[in-house]
């Protein structure tokens, strides 16, 4: 597999999405179809499926991947998807939102065990540990599907190499919506062989905006309140020693990086690492 050398994501899906649109008729070779394994509805709106995995593919955890169908037509449609499982993991997981008259989603939504779906060979990302200075606290957050990078990252062991403790945040609307990450933290912990450094180094802070819940509030509100640092017995934000990953909502990003900006933190790049990273949950404004 090739990895791309360009540092920006969005350039790299740029440039996947003009290799298959030169593509003719989008067609798909063998070696880009994986068989769907396993799939898991957890609301109306959002499930998560598991194909097996290609010899060769390689990916570092947290970066995304374009996966599709093929139309009536026979056209390739593919989008953008972060891989959930981690990169020493036998068979691949995502994470899907259901937009119901998405191009993708509103078919994708159907697949079923022996269904075939295309996996394209590129990977690419930002939420990279390479994008990071040392530090002594990793920050995950997520709202909605941008859980899914993080439900790699939390399984890769050389996260809690690099950091002493790792705090994941999944913001959603409502309780039922954190079913998915609520699982993958669960059997993360019971994990034969991570699970001890799982239940050791990682707090998991979900958090519902919509419902009354055990932690409610927005991501933004729980860190400019520091109710989040208070409720786990952290210091408030700080560039020398926390590092922070974000995937959500245009505007969910933009507002933390905000916050962080005003804290002195500093955006990591390959070239230059730094003290946050950000990548898009999906592009637009939402359903
Ligand atoms: P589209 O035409 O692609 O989208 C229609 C509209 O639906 C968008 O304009 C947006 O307003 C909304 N929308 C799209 N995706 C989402 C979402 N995930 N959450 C909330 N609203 C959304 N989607 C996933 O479900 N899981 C992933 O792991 C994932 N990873 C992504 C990684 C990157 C880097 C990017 C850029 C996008 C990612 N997406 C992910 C979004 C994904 O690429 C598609 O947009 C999504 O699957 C819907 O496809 P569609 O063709 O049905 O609708
Ligand atoms: P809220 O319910 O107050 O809008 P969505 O499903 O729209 O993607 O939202 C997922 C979660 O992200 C919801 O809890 C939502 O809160 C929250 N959210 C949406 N936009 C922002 C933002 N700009 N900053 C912080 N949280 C946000």
Redesign the pocket.
């Known amino acids: 597999m090739t990895q791309l050398q360009n540092p920006s994501p969005l350039a790299a899906l740029d440039q996947a999405n003009k290799s298959l649109a030169s593509h003719p008729k989008g067609g798909i070779s063998a070696p880009d179809q994986v068989t769907v394994t396993a799939v898991t509805h957890w609301t109306d709106k959002l499930f998560s499926f598991q194909t097996d995995r290609p010899p060769g593919f390689r990916f570092q955890s947290g970066e995304f991947a374009m996966i599709g169908l093929v139309d009536d037509e026979g056209k390739a449609v593919t989008r953008a998807y972060s891989i959930a499982s981690p990169h020493w993991d036998d068979h691949l997981e995502f994470y899907s939102i259901i937009v119901p008259d998405g191009p993708l989603t509103s078919r994708l939504r159907h697949v079923q065990i022996g269904d075939k779906i295309i996996l394209r060979p590129k990977t690419t990302g930002t939420l990279g540990l390479a994008r990071l200075r040392d530090g002594q606290r990793l920050y995950l957050l997520a709202?909605?599907t941008?859980f899914a990078p993080f439900a790699a990252l939390i399984r890769d062991p050389e996260i809690y190499e690099r950091f002493e403790q790792v705090i994941l945040v999944h913001?959603?609307?409502t309780i039922a919506?954190l079913g998915y990450s609520q699982k993958i933290v669960a059997d993360s912990r019971a994990h034969p062989l991570i699970g001890e450094m799982v239940t050791r180094q990682l707090h998991y802070v979900p958090?519902?905006?919509?419902e009354n819940f055990t932690q409610t509030g927005?991501?933004?509100?729980l860190l400019a309140d520091r109710k989040l640092a208070s409720s786990l017995s952290l210091p408030p934000l700080d560039p020398a020693f926390d590092r922070i990953m974000i995937c959500?909502?245009i505007?969910?990003?933009?507002?933390?990086a905000a916050q962080l900006l005003e804290k002195n933190f500093h955006e990591g790049n390959l070239s230059s690492p730094g003290d946050y990273v950000i990548e898009r949950?999906f592009v637009g404004d939402?359903?």
């Open positions: 709202t909605g941008g913001g959603c609307r919506e958090s519902v905006t919509r927005r991501i933004t509100t959500g909502s505007g969910l990003n933009q507002d933390i949950a939402g359903i």
